[in-house]
């Protein structure tokens, strides 16, 4: 990964990094919640420098230990009661503005595709529309929270249409890589995701803005409230 322009490393960085503090904000800044990221993200530092996740042959895919963990944790999370409480703590304002991170993420997979490091269908100029999420984000933010003039239902349908624009680029993405059941992009396969740092993508910023997803559409059900 050395003969990338270290910017992009750096702006992914810094998304990664953004990416965490919005969440900690939004769940009123809880001590555990920095504390569970800052040991996810230091762990997965050390496992990926030791290029464990670049061997793509074996079965299941070394992969699942990079996101398995996080997706348990979410699930978790929502079957239990003490789960649903710390759920209900989340600041909905925040998890909304939290989905400016994805105009970052976009920029930088542009950039690695054109460094050879994923495939076109994975842009924006391919089969990846999840820009339109972070670049709406704000505009929901101020239409809901600042002016509002839109209710719960607008929020459940934009929620609701960003999940699958997020589910539609991870499903591409995943099965863009080059594990034995790779269907997508064989001349120019997902390698990025394999090393430092942008593994932290898979493992932090799409679990973090999964779940804020999640949140939101929990709330719409349980309170009466935005």
Sequence with gaps: MEHLPFYISIVFGFTTLLTVLLFYVASNKSGTVMAVCAIWLALQVVISRSFFYTDTQSMPPRFIFL???PLLMILFLFITSKGQQFLDRFNPEVLNLLHIVRIPVELVLYWLCLEKMVPQLMTFEGQNFDILSGISAPIIYY???IKKSIGKNAL???NIVCLLLLLNIVF????SAPFPFQKFAFDQPNIAVLYFPYVWLPCTIVPLVLLSHLISIRRYFTQTSL
């Design 67 to 69: 996101v398995g963990p």
């Design 143 to 145: 239409l809901a929270y």
């Design 156 to 158: 459940l349908i934009w």
């Design 172 to 175: 591409t993405a995943v099965f």
